[in-house]
């Protein structure tokens, strides 16, 4: 069954907190100030050289019992994401990209040799594709929940209950050519700063009793813990 998708620019909020922490650098201790200097002038610097965009597509659930979420429009999501969204009613179906360009420049700066600088670069798009996805969450809550719903996190294959194979079936759902990405054989988009994932739209009141699914999550290290 064919969807009607949609395609929107996403603003994202850079925080240096947030990309020394996928930097590794909060988790060892206290960060020299050298580093925090960096990171703060690098946020600054390539915020202006993000452009997050994302393409979904809401569709009904039909059924989710026990570890299968139906939708309507045909398709099957499997494992624990279906007991994370268990209180929705209706599920997004989305994929963002913050582009190119930031991972292009990282790359060179590892090659000519400024391995710290790259990697830098590298944690800020890092950063940049995860507030997309959180963006796209909000997206969704103002302008596809009525009165009286909200969403749920996103939930992305490979994390949160999806097995990585769940790409194909999150692709065949949606058309992501108009915003240049690509799902590769290895399972890996290309750009690789781009995430794909679930958003679920329930009942205020139900999905606040279901609280955050990290919370029962025995996963400690996984880097979408909230």
Partial sequence: MSVEQQIVDLDVSLEPDEVLRMMGGVRKGPVQQSIIRMVDQYVERFRERIRPRGVYTVCEV?????DRLHLQCGHVFEGQ???FLEPAHRVAVFIVTIGE??????ERRMEQGATLEGFTIDAIGSVAADAAADAMADHVLWSD???GEAV???F???YCGMALEQQKTLFSILDSRPLGVALLPTLIMRPIKSVSGLVGIGLQERIA????????CKVSSCKMRR
């Avoid at 039909?62 to 026990?66: F, I, P, Y």
């Avoid at 360009?101 to 990282?106: K, N, T």
């Fill in 209 to 216: 009793a279901h609280a955050i699914p990290c919370e029962l």
């Fill in 81 to 83: 994401i279906a007991a």
């Fill in 152 to 154: 749920t996190p996103p």
């Fill in 62 to 66: 039909a059924s989710s019992t026990g």
């Fill in 101 to 106: 360009e930031i991972e292009q420049i990282a």
């Fill in 145 to 147: 929940a009525c009165p």
């Fill in 156 to 158: 992305s294959p490979g």
